[in-house]
């Protein structure tokens, strides 16, 4: 087999079942299989996959095992040669798969390969490709300097070597994620990707950042980033000092300082759903049943146009790729007045998300 995708599941439903149907539509092509791991989902996640994803293998843990565990007990079960390490608010085209495997194949000592990775409104985002966080650029990232911290030797569309990739998207051979022991389990949530992308690079291979295929990463959704995230990520980001580095007392005291202020001062996100106008933009194999189909607000439209005030755009997966519907969330990004929405094909609800750090929207009909 050539690939397995392993995505880890926790209380994202509706997000899950978009993601698998991308991926699905991505391996149509490959020797592939689909992974999921859900960590004791509190949701209708398991049964969603077993009513609409049979072929897809299960893995039902009893409790929240975190991101590191959960993913190696997927890894576990794989039997692809390659692995794809996926978040399941994600959503990849149709030649995401094709175009890193055969990237893959000419590369020597190749490590780990990441990809252009967009929010929910089309803006990329920049942990898609990062530096190794050495004591300096982490304080200067944690005073809101972050032009060490992340990869600008290359612009987010040209393909190159990078340290550190983001663990929302990882495909490596499966051999050499045995050979280093998968993630490590001392990380429960956040700093796993730093870490195993430090060691692959400590064993011989070279990660890279692959510009020419671009997924979806709704990121709020696997994740809340509430007050508390500050505490978990830098508490993970010491336990990745201590592990590589020598104690730096410098460091602790900035991580302690910078805990400190953000927990007691950043407020909870709250999430704003804007009332503005629906358009569902679809392919040109549009049939006149659609517009019974939907709800009253919706309008259809054939192409984004320019609109004179905040407006939604639902794209249809039932008529456009996920392909097409990544190009245009990309293009489109530029109007800050534009939002998006996925319909999934064969679903009944539309989800997307505004921002990186608060919760998305699920609209069921």
């Known amino acids: 087999m050539k690939l397995s995708v392993v995505i880890l599941n926790y209380n994202v439903r509706h997000f899950l079942e978009l993601c698998l149907k991308s991926v699905k539509a991505a391996i149509t092509n490959i020797?592939?299989?689909?992974?999921?791991?859900?960590?004791?989902?509190?949701?209708?996640?398991?049964?969603?996959?077993?009513?609409?994803?049979?072929?897809?293998?299960?893995?039902?843990?009893?409790?929240?095992?975190?991101?590191?565990?959960?993913?190696?007990?997927?890894?576990?079960?794989?039997?692809?040669?390659?692995?794809?390490?996926?978040?399941?608010?994600?959503?990849v085209a149709e030649d995401t798969f094709v175009k890193l495997l055969k990237f893959s194949e000419n590369k020597e000592k190749l490590g780990i390969v990441g990809c252009k990775l967009i929010d929910g409104v089309g803006r990329f985002l920049p942990e898609s490709k990062r530096n190794i966080p050495y004591v300096s650029a982490a304080c200067k990232k944690i005073l809101g300097n972050s032009k060490k911290y992340y990869a600008n030797h290359l612009t987010e569309n040209e393909t190159g070597k990078v340290d550190i990739l983001v663990g929302a998207f990882m495909l490596m051979k499966k051999s050499i994620y045995e050979d280093i022991g998968g993630f490590d389990e001392d990380y429960f949530m956040y700093g796993e990707d730093i870490d195993l992308s430090y060691r692959v690079l400590k064993s011989g291979y070279q990660n890279y950042y692959y510009a020419n295929t671009t997924v979806v990463h709704f990121k709020g959704e696997s994740t809340l980033r509430d007050k508390n995230y500050a505490r978990r990520f830098y508490g993970a980001m010491q336990i990745f000092y201590q592990k590589h580095f020598k104690k730096n007392v410098l460091f602790d005291l900035f991580v302690f300082i910078g805990i400190w202020f953000v927990y007691f001062f950043r407020k909870t996100p709250i999430h704003k759903i804007k009332r503005v106008n629906r358009y569902v933009l679809i392919s040109d194999k549009m049939i006149e049943g659609l517009k019974t189909s939907l709800p009253n607000n919706f309008t259809l439209e054939r192409k984004v146009g320019n609109y004179d005030k905040a407006t939604e755009i639902i794209l249809d997966a039932n008529y456009l790729s996920y392909k097409e519907i990544i190009d245009i969330m990309l293009n489109a990004s530029v109007v800050k007045k534009l939002t998006f929405r996925i319909l999934p094909n064969n679903s009944k609800f539309i989800l997307g998300s505004d921002n990186v750090i608060s919760r998305g929207e699920v609209i069921t009909f």
């Open 31 to 91: 020797d592939a299989e689909i992974i999921v791991v859900d960590n004791n989902s509190e949701d209708e996640s398991c049964s969603m996959v077993k009513e609409l994803f049979p072929d897809v293998i299960l893995i039902e843990n009893k409790e929240n095992c975190g991101f590191s565990k959960g993913n190696n007990i997927g890894v576990k079960k794989a039997k692809g040669d390659y692995l794809c390490i996926l978040n399941p608010d994600t959503v």
